[in-house]
């Protein structure tokens, strides 16, 4: 029986909220509770209160009225009521004795067997939801492909083995350079997930062009859950003016800003690099440009100041050598100072490339070696080689590590990837004019357009009426992209096809603000309603995504290939359903038919992407000039067909040497099936589903299943937890990858998803079914006796960078103990005991607890016991396992560094310096108590 005594602090079991109570009153029959908190005095009959006593053991914590927080040294009772001995948290010498009654009324009880004991109970399921999302966020801490579960991207390999590659190093700095349109945004984008879900970067800069900025926003958000916030003009006035002490930059931690804003405001480029970031990414960054003797460009120079400054560095570009070679080698050598040091000696490496690529082929080719190649392969690596699967794998790393640019450089081909759909060049010869300047400068007949901004030019111009044709009839029904090199043009000919032609028109040109540029691109793509043609000037050509139409129309030639590539690159991208028709208007014995004929026949540039063209063009400009200004007839012939030899033999040379290694390193095709391998068993044992809907429904989250598969879920007044943050119009959500790819509406629900990180987080910081009593059906052990389940989390308190709690051998410890005290954890695992365990009401729950109290207490001690004895040992495999493989990579690094200078010092400095703090941190492991279960045994 309960002895009730003035004084006492009791807490409600059923309102918790009320605070905690003080006993004013007892009687025989009753007694009188005072809850401070709410000042409310309940009278319960005090057989049956629905109450429970709180009491405080030594070493536990308490706050007294004033707030004061103490810690307990001994208990003693006094006439009924609780003296606690304590001294203060914050100035242990001070000490005092504390009576129960002069206890703060909040309460916040989150030790689970405090709440056990002060029957704070939680539903079964609850316990075992709690349960599950620890499991599965331990299991997802340690998995090889964190960071790449969650982006909402089709399993394509190339990608995902650039990912893998980079996205877990330190401080990456490489460049991203595949084809156009083959998914540089989207590995930048699984590279900074990973970075960002691992700790390993927490500030990202994204440098674009203005006109991609809002297509990284939504392409960030809407594939990776990455909420960047796009600083421009007005958005950094606006920080300003709210607060103008505080630097705009430093108020968020993902950022896409347009280069030209921090070129063309110092004040905005000095606060930026004040700010600091992580990482730098910056797409289209072949308009970094550098000479030898002129230096760089101002882009090249502001991004240079930044990835001087910065950790880790990604610069994107399909065309690397776009505007030459000497550019290229300047954008590695800002991505690594050290190793690109002369330009000279860069093509020295160059030329020797083509020696390893042949004993890389060797290498990977089926069959057994032969003694020359056993040889060359020595020679090369400066030892021998092993003609086994393993050792020959190993030794094609090696090498690949080794090549110049191995580490840093990603170029993926279409070639090598296959399954484009192709190409075709329709050539459209037009008579010129009798107006037309037959003989004159380059630029009179090649963009005679462009001297007359009045339009006056389409009166004349058989192009005109050839394009409103087309769209009238062969392309009635389809969506046709049209770029020309400049706005004006391209402004007169929207007017032109608008108004007389009655066409439906949209226009992106650089007059525009980015707002209206993106109205129009949303309009283009608008399948029933949109335009049937977009027409774009040169800024249309980069970036943007309109793989949905497959007509292009060349309305001019720009002067350099790889900007002819990158305006096919437009339609000729993942997600390509068909044959890419490009139209290619010229009026013939101008400019622009050898123009047309250069690109064709001599570059041969329109059915497929040369790599070589941009290095033919630059060998042959002076002469390629000389061709379009004057008649040369059948010297130009000549030309056509030297340089298309030269092409051809400079594609077989480069196919056995540069190109041939960088496609081996690009994309090493086995790891690269491993990996997407990996992600499919992920996808295919995907238990979130269930675990979704047994969450939402015990919390009284609103839900409505659908017919295919995905879910409404909205917030409601009547929903049980808080914190989760949903929108309160509702969220659409589906945990199938093919769906998430189709729907666009629907959020792709996974582990790493935004939603479930604060599920995680409810779990991790509040009490949600930290304490349950539960039933356990068992023929073997007697009736009524009962079992103690224990979960605590193994936790270390580090840098999120260092990504510690991926070498824990465990983070969850679970004892199970019997009444009696056996240890039955190895022998009854959770899935063995789950379905036998039964929800019991909260009264019997209650009653359970009171009534066993000091047995549950006990082996509740002896399981923490238990489980801090394993601790030691956990961190002994930790740091050993850390330390492994920290010292893994530093020795790569430094032997790689004995063989190829690309791997830079402050790499290896910087991974020593993390191995000695991880280990050190890792001496110091906490065990945090998180839950527990109380199982009554019955028949
Ligand atoms: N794994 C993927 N899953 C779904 N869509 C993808 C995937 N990879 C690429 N895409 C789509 O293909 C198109 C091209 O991708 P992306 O824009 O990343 O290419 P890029 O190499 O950056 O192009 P560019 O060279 O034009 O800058 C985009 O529309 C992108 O959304």
Do not use: L, T, V
């Given at each position: 029986m309960q002895e009730f005594a003035v004084g006492q602090r009791w807490l409600s079991d059923t309102e918790s909220e009320l605070g905690l109570g003080v006993l004013v009153d007892v009687d025989e029959r009753t007694i009188s509770i005072l809850f401070p908190k709410s000042d409310e005095t309940r009278v319960y009959s005090r057989a049956t209160a629905p109450l429970s006593r709180i009491i405080f053991a030594a070493g536990d914590s308490l706050t007294d009225q004033d707030g004061i927080d103490w810690l307990v040294i001994s208990t003693e009772v006094k006439s009924g009521v609780l003296r606690y001995h304590c001294s203060q948290i914050s100035a242990p010498e001070i000490t005092k004795t504390l009576s129960e009654t002069r206890l703060a009324a909040h309460l916040q009880l989150a030790r689970p067997l405090e709440r056990l004991l002060a029957s704070q109970l939680e539903p079964k399921e609850w316990y075992d939801l709690r349960i599950e999302a620890l499991l599965m966020q331990a299991r997802m801490s340690t998995s090889l492909l964190r960071g790449m579960i969650g982006p909402r991207v089709g399993l394509i390999p190339h990608q995902f083995y650039i990912a893998h590659e980079v996205g877990r190093r330190l401080a990456p700095r490489v460049l991203l350079a595949d084809e156009v349109g083959l998914g540089k945004t989207i590995e930048a984008g699984l590279i900074m997930h990973q970075q960002l879900v691992t700790g390993r970067s927490e500030r990202i800069l994204v440098l674009v062009p203005d006109s991609l900025q809002y297509q990284w926003m939504i392409e960030m958000r809407r594939r990776f859950n990455l909420n960047f916030s796009l600083f421009d003009l007005e958005r950094t006035a606006f920080l300003k003016e709210n607060d103008p002490e505080a630097n705009p930059f430093a108020t968020e931690s993902c950022i896409i800003a347009s280069i030209d804003l921090l070129l063309d405001h110092e004040d905005l480029k000095a606060q930026a690099l004040d700010a600091g970031f992580d990482l730098l990414v910056v797409d289209e960054a072949h308009h970094l440009t550098w000479h030898e003797d002129v230096g760089g460009n101002d882009r090249y120079d502001v991004v240079a100041e930044f990835a001087d400054q910065t950790a880790g560095v990604l610069l994107l570009t399909a065309t690397p050598e776009q505007l030459g070679v000497d550019s290229h080698f300047a954008r590695l050598r800002l991505l690594d100072p050290e190793r690109f040091d002369t330009l000279n000696h860069f093509l020295d490496e160059e030329a020797n490339y083509a020696s390893t690529a042949q004993v890389a082929e060797a290498l990977m080719q089926e069959g057994l070696l032969d003694d020359e190649q056993h040889e060359a392969i020595a020679a090369l690596l400066g030892h021998p080689v092993e003609d086994t699967p393993d050792a020959r794998y190993r030794a094609i790393n090696e090498l690949l590590d080794r090549h110049g640019t191995g580490r840093i450089l990603f170029r993926n081909t279409r070639e090598a990837i296959q399954g484009f759909q192709g190409r075709d060049c329709l050539p459209a010869p037009l008579p010129a004019p009798e107006s037309w300047p037959i003989t004159g400068s380059l630029r009179q007949q090649m963009w005679?357009?462009?001297?007359?901004l009045d339009g006056e030019w389409m009166q004349s111009d058989p192009r005109v009426p050839w394009l409103l044709n087309l769209l009238k009839t062969e392309l009635k029904h389809q969506k046709v992209l049209l770029i020309a090199r400049s706005g004006p043009v391209v402004e007169s000919l929207e007017l032109a096809l608008r108004v007389h032609g009655g066409i439906r028109t949209a226009m992106f040109h650089e007059a525009m603000s980015l707002l209206e540029r993106d109205q129009a691109a949303a309009y283009f793509a608008d399948d029933t309603y949109g335009a049937q043609i977009l027409l774009c000037s040169e800024?249309?050509?980069?970036?943007?995504?309109?793989?949905?139409?497959s007509n292009l129309v060349l309305f001019d030639m720009p002067s350099n290939p790889d900007v002819l590539e990158q305006r096919i690159g437009r339609l000729d991208r993942i997600g390509q359903q068909n044959r890419i028709q490009i139209h290619v208007p010229y009026l013939m014995a101008t400019a622009q038919e050898r123009m047309f004929r250069w690109y064709n026949e001599a570059l041969d540039i329109f059915g497929h992407i040369s790599p070589t063209a941009q290095v033919l063009q630059e060998n042959h400009l002076v002469e390629l000039k000389d061709h379009l200004l004057s008649d040369t007839g059948e010297q130009f012939d000549a030309l056509l067909v030297q340089v298309n030899d030269e092409r051809l033999e400079l594609e077989t040379e480069l196919q056995a040497g540069r190109d041939r290694l960088l496609e081996f390193n690009s994309c090493r095709p086995k790891v690269a099936s491993r990996i997407v391998q990996a992600m499919q068993e992920q996808d295919a044992h995907n238990t979130l589903p269930d675990f979704m809907l047994r969450f939402l429904s015990s919390t009284n989250i609103e839900h409505d299943e659908q017919h295919d598969g995905s879910l409404i879920i909205h917030s409601s007044d009547q929903m049980l937890v808080d914190g989760l943050d949903l929108p309160e119009d509702g969220m659409t959500v589906t945990f199938h990858r093919e769906q998430a790819l189709t729907r666009e509406d629907t959020e792709y629900l996974t582990v790493e998803h935004p939603l479930m990180g604060r599920i995680f987080e409810l779990v991790r910081t509040q009490p949600f079914g930290n304490a349950n009593v539960a039933v356990l059906r068992s023929s073997v052990i007697p009736a009524g006796k009962i079992l103690i389940e224990a979960w605590f989390r193994v936790e270390v308190i580090a840098p999120k960078v260092l990504n510690l709690n991926a070498s824990l051998p465990q983070q969850l410890i679970r004892v199970l103990i019997s009444e009696s005290g056996q240890d039955l954890s190895a022998r009854i695992n959770s899935a063995m005991l789950h379905p036998q365990i039964h929800a019991l009401d909260m009264n019997n729950a209650r009653q359970v607890v009171k009534l066993r109290r000091d047995v549950i207490e006990a082996r509740y001690k002896q399981a923490e016991e238990l489980a801090r004895a394993q601790i030691k040992s956990f961190s002994q495999t930790a740091q050993k396992r850390y330390g492994d493989h920290l010292q893994q990579e530093l020795d790569r690094l430094i032997y790689l560094k004995a063989h190829n200078p690309s791997v830079r010092d402050d790499e290896i400095d910087r991974l020593t310096h993390q191995r000695a703090q991880g280990l050190q941190l890792l001496e110091q492991l906490s065990l945090v108590p998180d839950s527990i279960r109380v199982l009554v045994v019955m028949k």
């Open positions: 005679p357009e462009e001297q007359q800024i249309g050509s980069e970036g943007r995504n309109f793989q949905f139409a």
